[in-house]
């Protein structure tokens, strides 16, 4: 037990785990891979989407920074760029960038 306290004290971890986007209608799970995070999708309406990654190749800058990451919009077919930031150890928010476009959300931890 006492290993995971000091995994959850960790600020390398404090991406880790399952995150709920806004209207609780997906979960991602984000494990770290080398020296980046990616994110698998857990939840979804659409059941197929269930297992792909979603998120890839984020970097941690600092504790609270994650930049670099690719997003896959899988109902566009395409990729965006991402970044996260913490905003706090429950409560992160996502922004997706697209040339001048950017879209942010916030995900809460389950």
Known sequence: MLSINLMA???ENNLLGQWTNES?????QFVKQGNTYNAIIRKAKDHKMIG???ISGLKQIDENTFN???LYLINKGKTVK???KMLNKDLME?????GFFSKSQQWQRM
């Open 9 to 11: 004290q960790n600020p």
């Open 24 to 28: 609780h209608d997906r979960v991602l």
């Open 52 to 54: 792909k990654e979603q």
């Open 68 to 70: 670099d990451g690719t």
């Open 82 to 84: 991402c970044s996260v």
């Open 94 to 98: 996502l922004k997706a960038s697209s």
